[in-house]
């Protein structure tokens, strides 16, 4: 059962319905004779109407196979439904088994995959079942079992554009540009006659802007796009929007049929869009529509539709090189990894993908909308679009913009305009993937004091935000607040980050999280807690380049691991390392003058790795810091070689030091309490050092 020509022009130009004439009181003969030569001249709303009053009187079955047919293809699936339902369930001698197909397809594009696979099932059980519509069963079953799992992204958001830019007609191939959406439709208020009869009812290429949520009211293009007398249809805008490429459309005598259909194009200049012309090198004797503009091969190419002779099926997807403006190559087949032996439709392209519309693949309505990598060489086997870009019904003229996270689509599911019927004709939708977001919200405290019952809001703190996903943290905002404890910072999913509350007089506080697994725009609370310092710290000033020295590092004689006694420094340093994400250090050791040359710049180097190795373990990455031995080269006094010196004077040249090479500028820590060697393994002096409190000063 082929759809009405009705329906290939929905297709070619995207035009609508016909007008149904008052009907005066007739005889049933009378009224079938009308219903059939309005079928004859593609008036199918007035053949509908005439059946059903024939219907009303007769009950013939052969009428009600009518009415059902024709709902079906004028895409009143729930009435469709309904008619061969009713077939079905009275047709006790199977006299109609190929209603049991056609009841099946009214159920999927109503969405009832359960109920539509058993129909089909039904049917191909059927002994007198017809093979090829056997295979079609098949094939829609698959799509079936896909629409029953099928699930939209929640951040996936498709709206209708609009009353005024949609018309109770079909509106159809959207093209986005330079702020104005290209598109075509009959816009017209009533029904019309598709014969050219009643005013001016072509279809032409509008023009519409955003206006608050939703498009505006269109305007058509002037003459040297909208030619009078033919359809302008399938409008695509070229990706540099300097091209418009569309088709043109006459039907033959009497509206039985496609006459012609041909690609034209405009190139757009100072003063707005220049005369269309014919394209060389893709038209000819046979329907060419659906151009788009894409790249294969490193060059600019044409693909469009066609149903040249020698195809995989009713109509496929070509494409032909782009030799110059308006002018291309020989046209070449995509291929059977694309085209199937159903209909193929409106192809978009973008960034090596095509996304392209086909009812000869599994899919879980009509015209279902997929796409295909191109690696250079060969597409990879079409995926279907989830749902939401498609739907039960027909989904077409899929397109993107340029960060592929919004653009339109043209669908006959339904929406607020409805002509004859919830699904009768197209509308164009918006479609958009909600950028997520994340909004931390943080206050700081300070812990409760004595006789206080909980910890209490804390102003006056700065807050630093770390993206700490990859090897090299990055800060990604800081913010001081002198009147609140409130903060708000905007974050990205599948990040992980580190947030740092200082405050003077206050131990900072550190904490981590990260956004990894978010799929829709979130809150998330945070709390950071300060402690007030003890005592009245003195603090030490320490700015890039500036060499530090960690005085209560020591080694062994003529060794580099680490001692126990070396150690809190060197978590003092690791944890002044993780406060700072950002922060860069050399990390160097010295040697005193006494011995060989050679051998000291050895030693040091050796102790310096060994302290770099040390802080590693601790979590730190490895390429925050530069290990460097001196030996002997920085000598802070006199003591050269040859130089008489006391011990404690040679002692002054054997440290180790560290300074940032990049991140702060400069930062303020509290001074460390110097310790004396004490005995291996046991801690200096017979205490532990006391831990120093670092603050971020600039």
């Not at 009143?76 to 109609?96: H, I, M, P, S, T």
């Not at 999927?108 to 058993?118: L, P, S, V, W």
């Not at 977001?437 to 935000?465: I, Y």
Request: aromatic share 10%.
């Amino acid at each position: 059962m082929k759809k009405l020509v009705f329906l290939l022009t929905l297709c070619v130009i995207s035009i609508a319905v016909v007008k149904a004439q008052p009907l005066n009181r007739s005889t049933p003969e009378a009224n079938r004779k009308s219903a059939e030569e309005a079928e004859a001249a593609n008036n199918p709303y007035e053949a509908l109407e005439l059946y059903d009053k024939v219907y009303d009187e007769t009950k013939d079955k052969a009428v009600a196979v009518k009415i059902a047919r024709l709902e079906y293809d004028l895409r009143d699936y729930q009435q469709a439904e309904r008619a061969f339902g009713r077939l079905v369930l009275r047709d006790r001698k199977n006299e109609l088994p190929e209603m049991k197909y056609w009841y099946a397809m009214s159920m999927k594009y109503n969405g009832k995959y359960a109920e539509a696979i058993d129909m089909f099932n039904l049917y191909i059980n059927d002994l007198a079942a017809d093979p090829g519509l056997v295979k079609a069963s098949k094939l829609e079953i698959a799509g079936c079992e896909l629409g029953k799992k099928a699930k939209q992204p929640e951040n996936l958001l498709v709206n209708n554009i609009g009353k005024k830019a949609n018309s109770p007609q079909t509106e159809s191939s959207p093209s986005y540009s330079g702020g104005e959406l290209y598109y075509t439709s009959l816009k017209g208020k009533d029904v019309v006659v598709i014969d050219g009869k009643e005013g001016d009812w072509y279809s032409k290429v509008y023009t519409s802007s955003k206006s608050g949520a939703e498009f505006g009211d269109p305007t058509p293009l002037g003459q040297q796009i909208n030619r009078e007398g033919w359809h302008q249809g399938n409008v695509s805008i070229a990706p540099d929007g300097k091209t418009m490429y569309f088709t043109r459309v006459q039907f033959a005598e009497g509206g039985q049929s496609i006459g012609e259909s041909k690609i034209y194009y405009s190139l757009k200049g100072s003063d707005g869009w220049g005369a269309a012309s014919e394209v060389t090198g893709v038209n000819g004797d046979y329907i060419a529509k659906h151009p788009c503009e894409g790249e294969l091969f490193g060059e600019k190419v044409l693909f469009f539709v066609a149903n040249m002779p020698g195809g995989k099926g009713g109509y496929d997807i070509y494409y032909a090189p782009k030799k110059t403006d308006g002018v291309f190559g020989i046209p070449v087949n995509l291929g059977e990894v694309i085209n199937t032996a159903g209909d193929e439709a409106s192809p978009f392209y973008q960034d090596g993908k095509l996304y392209f519309s086909s009812n000869g693949l599994p899919n879980i309505g009509g015209m279902d909308v997929f796409e295909s990598q191109w690696n250079g060489s060969v597409w990879s086997t079409p995926k279907m679009m989830p749902l939401g870009i498609n739907s039960s019904v027909d989904d077409q003229f899929y397109t993107r913009a340029p960060d592929g996270m919004s653009g339109f689509l043209v669908s006959n599911r339904p929406g607020p305009n409805n002509l004859k019927s919830k699904t009768c004709c197209d509308d164009i939708y918006a479609w958009e993937i909600e950028r997520i977001k994340v909004d931390l919200m943080a206050k700081t405290f300070r812990f409760k004091r004595k006789g206080e019952k909980e910890n209490q809001p804390l102003t006056g703190c700065t807050l630093q935000v770390y993206d700490v996903t990859e090897k090299n943290p990055a800060r990604v905002e800081e913010k001081s607040n002198a009147a609140s404890n409130d903060f708000g910072f905007t974050l990205l999913p599948d990040k992980s980050y580190q947030l740092v509350a200082t405050r003077d007089g206050y131990v900072p506080d550190t904490l981590n999280f990260n956004t990894v697994g978010v799929k829709k725009s979130t809150s998330v609370d945070k709390k950071l807690t300060l402690r007030l310092l003890r005592r009245e710290p003195e603090y030490d000033t320490i700015r890039i380049n500036e060499p530090i020295r960690l005085s209560n590092i020591y080694y062994d004689f003529n060794k580099w691991d680490i001692r126990p006694d070396a150690e809190p420094d060197l978590q003092n340093l690791t944890d002044l390392l993780n406060k700072y994400p950002d922060m860069k250090i050399e990390l160097s050791s010295h040697t005193d003058a006494r011995g060989n040359d050679q051998y000291n710049m050895e030693l040091s180097q050796k102790r310096a790795e060994s302290a770099k190795t040390w802080i590693v373990a601790k979590g730190i990455s490895a390429d925050r810091i530069v290990a460097k031995g001196y030996g002997e080269t920085k000598l802070l006094n006199e003591c050269a070689n040859g130089v008489e010196c006391t011990e404690e004077q040679h002692q002054v040249n054997r440290r180790t030091e560290f300074k940032i090479l990049s991140g702060p500028t400069s930062i303020v820590i509290e001074r460390v309490e110097k310790r004396e060697p004490g005995k291996k393994g046991q801690p200096p002096g017979g205490k532990q050092s006391v831990h120093p409190d670092f603050f971020l000063n600039n």
